[in-house]
């Protein structure tokens, strides 16, 4: 093609076929007009003249011009070989990046959704369990600060209790021992006793348990006839009889009370091996929650690289789009071209073999001599 080439420059400098010559048709000038219009045309007709006004023979002619129109379609055919290859580089690469688009956008899609489904919730779900646990903690505190109050309470009604039955246990014992020393009163005697069984009726607190007892049993001592040893051994039995009832429930006072510190020390320990499980939960949760919120941050990050890579890959695919379109106007571009070239090379050709250019050959020939 640079042989071709340079021959085009020497013979387009040389000559140039008269196409207002009188052997030329009105047609033949219109078919001319048109060939000129092409580079291959034009050198083809310029070089059949100089080749014929030389002394060449047609035959050969044909045959140097028929190679250069087979290599004009050799070279279109590898323009068509080669954007065969770039479209099917073209499709591969396509394929490649859709499926790379699809199954990053499957990334992104599975990423969004943990963070919304999985790890959110899971965030909320620890934080109310964290906040459960933390009321937990505080229910645990104020049930023992209320349960030490409320014992404290118990036992200093246990211990006014038990004053108070001492106190009865005292005034029986002294009534008893008042009354004892009736057993052959005097007048005096008499008189004494009831005066000191009148102080130990007044002397009793208002709200003893065991008051109306004590209370009823001092009005008929104080009332009663010392003097009849009956209705004295009545008296004492009863006061004796109280004096043990006194006894068992200050016993079973005694005995309900140990029972209750020792329910509630039970309690105590129970509520401070509760407050050490939450404690220790809280710990997990907290480290559960710590975990999460950097699983979320991983999470984001992640999608924060998925959404680039897939921007990535679409600006990729669409560069790949407009590069092929590009190749693809030029490939047009450059078919037509040389289609239109092939065409007037035909053209050429024909117009070379027809009579009447050998005649104007010849007559270019004689009017140079």
């Not at 323009?79 to 290859?85: D, I, K, P």
């Not at 014992?151 to 021992?177: M, P, T, W, Y």
């Not at 030029?330 to 050998?358: C, G, I, M, S, W």
Request: proline letters at 1%.
């Amino acid at each position: 093609m640079y042989k071709l080439a340079v021959c085009t420059l020497l013979i387009l400098s040389v000559t140039a076929i008269d196409v207002t010559n009188s052997v030329w048709t009105s047609h033949d000038q219109k078919a001319f007009a048109q060939i000129k219009q092409s580079g291959w045309g034009n050198f083809i007709l310029n070089f059949g003249e100089l080749h014929l006004s030389t002394g060449g023979i047609l035959s050969e002619l044909n045959t140097e011009i028929a190679k250069l129109i087979d290599e004009l379609d050799e070279e279109l055919a590898e323009v068509h070989h080669q954007y065969a290859r770039r479209t099917d580089i073209h499709n591969r690469e396509v394929s490649r990046l859709e499926q790379e688009i699809q199954d990053k956008e499957r990334e992104v899609f599975n990423a969004h959704d943990f963070y919304d489904n999985v790890l959110i919730p899971q965030r909320d779900r620890f934080a109310a369990q964290l906040e459960q646990l933390q009321e937990n903690i505080a229910q645990n505190r104020k049930t023992l600060n209320e349960s030490t109050v409320q014992r404290a309470k118990d036992h200093a009604e246990f211990e006014a209790q038990v004053a108070e039955h001492n106190e009865a246990i005292g005034a029986i014992d002294e009534s008893l021992q008042l009354l004892s020393q009736l057993e052959s009163p005097s007048l005096v005697q008499i008189q004494k006793v009831q005066k000191n069984l009148t102080k130990i009726q007044q002397s009793l607190k208002r709200h003893s348990t065991f008051q109306t007892f004590i209370k009823t049993l001092l009005e008929i001592a104080v009332e009663a006839n010392f003097a009849d040893q009956g209705a004295l051994r009545e008296i004492l039995t009863a006061f004796n009889n109280l004096r043990v009832q006194l006894v068992d429930s200050l016993n079973q006072l005694t005995a309900d009370e140990a029972e209750a510190q020792k329910d509630f020390e039970a309690r105590v320990i129970q509520l401070n091996q509760e407050h050490a499980e939450f404690q220790r939960a809280v710990i997990v949760k907290t480290a559960e929650i710590e975990a999460n919120a950097n699983k979320i941050e991983q999470t984001l990050d992640l999608i924060d690289t998925l959404h680039a890579d897939l921007d990535t890959l679409n600006g990729q695919l669409q560069a790949e789009n407009d590069d092929y379109a590009f190749a693809t106007d030029v490939y047009n571009a450059t078919v037509a071209e040389y289609n239109k070239e092939l065409n007037a090379a035909h053209q050429a050709l024909d117009l070379l073999n027809q009579p009447r250019f050998t005649d104007y050959v010849k007559s270019q020939l004689k009017g140079a001599f």
